[in-house]
């Protein structure tokens, strides 16, 4: 038995365990004293036995004195049984928290944790959260705390460093939000109080959002950086300083940190929230762990604290919390790396590359409950789609990082005021982002590992809501068929027992596949041969033409891709492909290959 580990209410049960307590009371029980509430659960017993014995304890100051030694003998009876009794209060309330716990599937580790909570109203009496608060809180339509909220909004209100993992769309953007608005009361002229790291910046742009609903009539100033070219004028050290919370992606935090003289101090920094945790720990070109330690020396205040959440659970991330975070409470709902588990989750085998636009066009054509999100693992593959597809008469667009910001945002916006149906894109949009009501989600390409798989269905199925996940698999993706397949029956899917028992992938394999995406043949119904006959049969069109007006012709193989200059496919191609026009033309060597562009 280690005691080390018990607290003194658990050392106290395993002490008595086996030991009889005789039931002390009052001598002279007054009547309305005696009869315990055999009808009523063990806490509300207690708790009215309790009031009872104060009751009784009042009525024994009137009662006639018998000896001293009588009356000292009673009063330390009196304290034993109180002491019993808030012994027993303390074991039931235990009980019912991890009946509470259990019952959430919330899980802690950590000393001194917290009970959770189970309304907001409770946070205004339990923390002395402003009603303000509440009432935003309220105005989202958020009627009960989520099980991560439940268990680290108290946390972090008790000033605990957090480690949280919870599913996709289960809330956990309010759950640091609340607590953070809370710990910086009302705005301040030192600058940035709080910062909040996010991989991307449509995630930010989103968390940014919630947070100006949250602080509403709280005066906080929340700010995200836009230009990091006039960042220094705003934020560096001769500017106002009157601003609260900075959310940011650490690309650009870290820009401004390295300026000479740095854009911007944080050294105010009373909270710095790390969100997608795993994602932000990750090292190598898609992750961010560089960028990430420059943002955690910055913030070298003593009393900064640190809360990480995500939905993928890493164990890099954990380690580092534990040996990093004084008294660091870890949350967990679910079991960790699950799906979640609203989501109808399918696997199709399509065979090939082009057995892919085969079955995309089958699901619209059985009908797709739209709006739809369809992941790809590249934008080169992205754009390859959109082209493939937008004739086909559906209202879809593209986002990857290629776009511009002003497309990227417009894109985003019209697919979340459903002007959009199918959005294309890449993993850019497979983290936290909230689309209200996506109800499909499609893998066009197979997710390069389980953890991605997570979070791209997880854009489906959110708060509460219900919807349907399918996973395009060709021959070549059976190797890594094993761990989503593993997934999906975790989070309560029928998968076929096959594939569960397919052989494991190399762990050097699986790590390479996380890096580098495997080469695919080019997405396009058109076989190359065929396109390569139209191109011959234009060239050879534009020749003649040329000829006759006695020029060289031109070409079979232009060196460079070029492209239409009609007004119309300008606005076209500066919409869909981000590409200058008038820089292109300049580089079209000559005034044939635009030709050969006009027509192609
Ligand atoms: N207590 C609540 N009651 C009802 N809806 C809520 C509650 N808290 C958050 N939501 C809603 O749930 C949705 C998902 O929340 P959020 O984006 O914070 O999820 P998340 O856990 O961060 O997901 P991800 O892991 O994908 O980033 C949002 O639309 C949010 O408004």
Known sequence: MNLLSMDCEEIFQKLACGAKFRRLGPKNPKKDCQSPDYGAPAGKIRKVRQVKDENCRGNDETRPLSDDSDVEKDHAEEKSITYKDTLADKSNKKDMVDHLRKSMKISTAGQSVPKPFESFEELISDYNISRKLVQNILNFGFTKPTPVQMQAIPCMLQGRQVLACAPTGSGKTAAFLIPVIHALGGPKKQGFRAVIVSPTRELAKQTFRECIRLCEGSNLRTHIISKVGNASEKYGPNSSQKFDILITTPNRLVYMLEQDPPAVSLKSVEWLIVDEADKLFEVGPRGFRDQLAAIYVACDSDSVKRAMFSATYSTHVAKWCRRNLKKVISVTVGHRNTAAEDVQQDLL???NEEGKLIAIRNLVKQGLASPVLVFVQSKERAQELFEELLYDGLNIDVIHADRTQLQRDNTVRAFRE?????????????????FKGVNTVINYDFPLSAVSYIHRIGRTGRAGRTGRAVTFFTTEDTPHLRSIATVMKDSGCDVPEYMLKLKRPKKTDRQKLEYIAPERKK???????????????????INRRLRKKGKRG??????????????LAKKYYSKHYNINTKKHKKSCKTEEESMLAVED
């Open 349 to 351: 085998f399509v065979g």
């Open 554 to 567: 031109i070409s079979m193989m232009p060196e460079k891709k070029v492209i239409h200059q009609s007004g």
């Open 523 to 541: 997405i396009s119904t058109v076989p190359s041969y065929e396109k390569f006959k139209l191109h011959k049969e234009k060239v050879k069109k």
């Open 418 to 434: 459903g002007k959009i149906w199918i959005l294309i894109c890449t993993e850019l949009m497979g983290r936290g982002i909230d």
